[in-house]
């Protein structure tokens, strides 16, 4: 705060030490003076305005959006088939077993990525940071396993320590991915 009241007074003195000392006034010398005073003026009120509205002891996050916890798109498919959208398999008979499977929830949606896909919409508001063992049966035809990997994001900030899928893996074969996305293809094949 000191700092900033020290910018001031420099500001204001450097004002009044660059009035035109000569005695016929000309009236550009005038219009650019004041032009320069009003710019040295709005520099300093904003800088002061900054200064002020600065304080580390304190983070706002009311206006930040925070990634909430993933969610697993799975678009199945056997022979090239989608076997979900031409009904070979209903939300009736899918299920997952393993690790917290009761905190686990199943539906069928469509979503967009490259194209409209329908699949298995995995949801888990409970995310703990720990690898899932879990096991993704399609009636009693296959059963699917499936590791993920679940690791908290960084501490601090508005939006840390939040759920993050790190690895998944199906049947052995990792899955990518890519930058936080959580879509992917099951081949039964």
């Given at each position: ?50 200064l002020l509205s600065c ?93 993920i990997d679940i690791e ?38």
């Open positions: 705060m000191a700092s900033a009241v020290e910018a001031l007074v420099a500001v204001v003195r450097q004002e009044d030490g660059s009035k035109s000392s000569s005695k016929q006034p000309n009236p550009y010398n005038f219009i650019l003076f004041k032009s320069l005073s009003m710019k040295n003026s709005f520099s300093f009120l904003l800088l002061f305005a900054l304080n580390d002891d304190e983070l706002d996050c009311s206006a930040v959006l925070c990634v909430g916890p993933p969610v697993l798109l799975i678009e199945i498919l056997e022979d090239g088939e989608n076997v979900i959208e031409n009904d070979t398999y209903s939300i009736e008979d899918i299920s997952i077993s393993g690790t917290d499977q009761e905190t686990f929830i199943l539906e069928i949606r469509t979503w967009t990525s490259l194209e409209e896909i329908t699949g298995l919409f995995v949801n888990n508001q409970e995310w703990l940071p720990q690898v899932y063992e879990l096991t993704l049966n399609l009636g009693t035809d296959f059963s699917i396993p499936m590791t908290r994001s960084a501490s601090g900030g508005c939006c840390g320590g939040i759920p993050r899928i790190d690895e998944i893996t199906v049947n052995g074969e990792s899955q990518d991915i890519g930058n936080g996305g959580s879509s992917f293809t099951i081949n039964l094949d």
